[in-house]
């Protein structure tokens, strides 16, 4: 950001000041080719908050998101999480991050099931963590159609199984790029429960998107735009 995050302290002030951002990226910057995307960005989110992160198209929405959740590096800058600098080394560090893409992709040869029973596997799941995934595939309708391959659903179901994954998981930071777009409007109200449900048990949860979510109030709202970001208010979201 151009000014200084007002909800952020300074690196060294935060341990005098209170407690530290669970996810602290200072002062990114990315490029493409030589060609700047966006610069000193600055985003800080505490346990158990919710932040939109909106913008015109092509601003670099998506690529701070995969910054973010360590799928990109970014050019400049450093991000810590809980603290601790997140490089790509540091599988434990991603693995408390989860990122629903707005495009999930998907195994061709696992059905849904078996990406679900996998990711929970990875995870160590308990056997009470599989009942609580039925319940959201039947709270988003979709129970009866893991059997088939992901390739064959729509991209709103599709859509479904990436935010039952990423909710399965419990992470501390979720990162969600566009979420709502292909969802039907019960969907968009699940996920404004999921989101708020997920808050209020310590998670941090960051989201791109045009308009808001049923049921939630950001705590911040990032702007993307012009190659630099900045707090802006939530009217009309």
């Excluded at 360590?70 to 450093?78: Q, T």
């Excluded at 600098?85 to 599988?91: A, D, E, L, N, V």
């Excluded at 659903?153 to 990436?162: T, V």
């Amino acid at each position: 950001m151009t000014d200084q995050d007002p909800r952020r302290a300074p690196a060294d002030a935060q341990a005098a000041t209170g407690p530290v951002p669970l996810l602290d990226a200072y002062d990114l910057s990315f490029g493409y080719g030589g060609v700047p995307v966006w610069d000193h960005v600055d985003v800080a989110l505490y346990e158990g908050d919710v932040a939109f992160l909106v913008g015109p198209n092509g601003a670099g929405k998506t690529t701070l998101l995969k910054c973010l959740a360590g799928w990109m590096s970014p050019a400049a800058g450093e991000i810590r999480v809980a603290g601790e600098r997140m490089t790509g080394i540091r599988g434990d560090l991603r693995r408390q991050v989860a990122f629903v893409a707005d495009v999930p992709a998907f195994y061709d040869d696992l059905t849904a099931r078996e990406h679900l029973d996998f990711v929970l596997r990875a995870n160590r799941a308990a056997a009470d963590r599989r009942r609580e995934v039925d319940d959201l595939l039947d709270r988003f309708g979709i129970r009866d159609a893991c059997d088939a391959y992901p390739s064959a659903f729509s991209r709103g179901m599709r859509q479904k199984l990436a935010l039952t994954i990423a909710f399965s998981v419990h992470p501390r930071i979720l990162l969600l790029d566009e979420a709502t777009g292909p969802l039907d409007p019960t969907s968009r109200e699940l996920l404004g429960e999921l989101v708020r449900d997920a808050a209020a048990s310590g998670t941090a949860v960051l989201m791109s998107c045009h308009h808001g979510l049923p049921g939630v109030e950001p705590a911040v709202v990032y702007e993307l735009a012009g190659g630099t970001a900045r707090e802006v208010d939530d009217d009309g979201l």
